[in-house]
């Protein structure tokens, strides 16, 4: 395993690189060797592990000797099984001031310039005061990386609006701005049916921060059995895969989202306030006299809307029936 250089890089920003390991001892060494390279060295990576029963442990001890002092640091508070969503979220909450951060999957592998890209991008969006989030599309690989596709393309100014109806910002893309950080820090954690990835999206959209869309992948993100989310490539598969999950699930976070966004009201831009007051009353309206409600509404929030048509009327058809 290499090593990285010490030394800032250009941006000036260090960040820290969160990383949740649950039985991924397979694929961490090839994870670890591409954070090494990236052309970005002023990072330190924290890392727990959520209960594992393989060697993950190992290795990552392992990498933080030959690392620089406290460059990989291992959190070890809480219990030892959180689930995903509250082991990203208490490892933010040791997350040094003024860092930005990156989500981290323990069975990528990284660009050498992810986290280059991702800093230069949201420099020529936003100033160090406004929240702001890059993602990114992926090149699909199976487990041996044999690349197999690309993830589907992101829309290039997304809204609050369409951040309510589906999550584009897939964890292992994110880097979040300082700003960001102190922001879904506070509000964490998430709701119960949605992950740390969607809710600090969601977040920052709400707050009228900056979200940047970067159409260009930034890893090999592998598709295997153990994949707590996967990526289908085609929009027909993620359409069928929506429908194939019912409206019940997806109705029940979209639900959660909303009320849980409600209790942010003082991050909240007044117009993501205002919309989100309009979908509560309109979801909490029972019978056909809902169903019309919540048609208008969609007729007058046209930013209400999901990537594809297909997946688009399938949400239509969820939302308008509650």
Partial sequence: MNSPENGASSSGVPVCILLSVYNGATYLEALLQSLARQTHTDWILLWRDDGSRDDGRAILHRFAGLLAPGRCREITQGKKRL????????????????????????????????????????ATRCNGQVPALYCSRQTLTDADLQPIGVSPMLPHDPTFPMALTQNIATGCTVLLSPAAVTLVRAAMPPPPDTLHDWWSYLLVSAAGGVVVADNRPSLYYRQHQSNAVGAPTHWFRRAL??????????????????????????????????????????????????????????????QLRRATFAEQQIFCLWFILG
């Fill in 241 to 302: 895969a929506a429908f194939r999950r019912g409206p019940s699930l997806f109705m029940r976070a979209f639900r959660g989202n909303v009320m849980r966004l409600l209790a942010q009201q003082q991050v909240l831009q007044e117009q993501n306030r205002t919309c989100l007051l309009a979908l509560q009353k309109a979801l909490a309206t029972p019978g056909m006299v809902g169903w019309v409600a919540r048609y208008r509404l969609l007729r007058q929030m046209r």
């Fill in 83 to 122: 689930g995903v969503a509250q082991s990203f979220g208490l490892l933010l909450e040791h997350v040094p001031e003024g860092c930005a951060v990156a989500f981290c999957d323990q069975d990528d592998v990284w660009f050498p310039d992810k986290l280059e890209r991702g800093f230069a991008a949201l």
